[in-house]
């Protein structure tokens, strides 16, 4: 099994975003050194009162930091963006790391987002569906004449080619059913979304391996969850330590409707210590490896994308919590 570092580039207010640019460098260098497989990094727009760094120029900025480590968006909300800028974007970030980009997107929910964009929400599937069908023939033909719903291109092509055969491999994320489908149709593989409970992810496991052998695709080599991860000295003591920074950042998500995606969701408003059981891993060392191996039993996940800090966490329990799963892994 494998681990990856989600990386935190949305700060408070109060953060000095420059000095956190260096925590962020210190971090990837600890995760490297301790054997992590790849590296991550979140998109979102508009994000005040938080402070966010685009992830593009923060993934080619760390690039040379995180060599050899897999690297990629989790996840770009690819409705709003054009296939073609991100197409090239993603060319560029496959040379620079030699072969080791891969794109993660989704559909996106936040409707400011969407109206700011002047992008209707219910044409967000439509888009993002178009945009994997360019994408993939712009990597590897040499013109491209295309006409879709939305998007159209006469006879265009990139002069970059990807190292990697056929372009990054495309990870595609989903909470719902459809989505789900969606992943195993037209994806490479089905990027977990850190938040999603257990209860759910054990059936939807079950619909993305049917829909995945309906249409003749094998189940990925690289099955990917996306967790929040902390490591403390007890499980206590851990669920104490990041309690606020993740009581925070889920106080934002469900501000912006993440947990009003459909009816019937989930609300983020519960106690804290019911809202973290079978959704988030938070413990000791024993109880996250322990908790590790059961998600890789009931799903078959094999890459765990591990968020290990929030808005307003202390960057040394950030360092103790890459160190503690660089022994898990090892």
């Not at 989903?174 to 059936?203: E, M, Q």
């Not at 925070?248 to 804290?272: I, T, V």
């Not at 890789?296 to 929030?310: I, S, T, Y």
Request: net charge neutral; proline share 6%.
């Amino acid at each position: 099994m494998k681990v990856g570092l989600y990386l935190t580039t949305q700060f408070t207010p109060e953060t000095n975003v420059l000095n956190a640019r260096n925590e962020m460098i210190e971090q990837v260098r600890l995760a490297r050194k301790n054997g992590f497989a790849s590296l991550w990094v979140p998109h979102h727009y508009l994000t005040q009162p938080m402070q966010m760094l685009a992830p593009i120029p923060v993934m080619a900025y760390l690039a040379r930091e995180a060599e050899g480590m897999l690297m990629g968006p989790n996840i770009l909300v690819m409705p709003l963006l054009n296939p073609a800028h991100v197409a090239e974007d993603a060319v560029t970030l496959d040379l620079l790391t030699g072969g080791n980009y891969v794109l993660g997107m989704g559909v996106g929910y936040r409707e400011a987002e969407f109206n700011t964009f002047h992008v209707p929400l219910s044409d967000r599937a439509q888009r993002l569906t178009e945009s994997v069908e360019i994408m993939r023939r712009l990597w590897t033909e040499d013109r491209v004449t295309y006409n879709g719903k939305i998007f159209k291109i006469e006879n265009l092509g990139i002069g970059l080619k990807p190292v990697r055969p056929g372009g990054p491999p495309i990870w595609i994320g989903g909470v719902v059913d459809a989505a789900v489908k969606r992943a195993a149709r037209i994806g490479d593989a089905w990027l977990i979304t850190n938040f999603a409970h257990l209860s759910a992810l054990v059936p939807q496991m079950k619909l993305y391996r049917e829909t995945l052998a309906s249409v003749n695709k094998s189940f990925p080599t690289d099955v990917p969850i996306t967790r929040e991860c902390y490591v403390g000295p007890t499980r206590a003591k851990a669920l104490e330590e990041c309690k606020a920074a993740l009581e925070y950042k889920y106080g934002a998500y469900s501000s912006w409707g993440l947990d009003k995606q459909s009816e019937g969701a989930e609300s983020f408003n519960q106690p804290f210590e019911e809202f973290v059981k079978d959704r988030f891993i938070i413990g000791d060392k024993a109880f996250v490896k322990e908790e590790v191996q059961r998600y890789n039993e009931l799903l078959g996940v094999n890459h765990f994308l591990m968020r290990v800090q929030w808005p307003g966490l202390e960057h040394a329990k950030v360092l103790r919590t890459i160190s503690s799963l660089g022994e898990i892994f090892a």
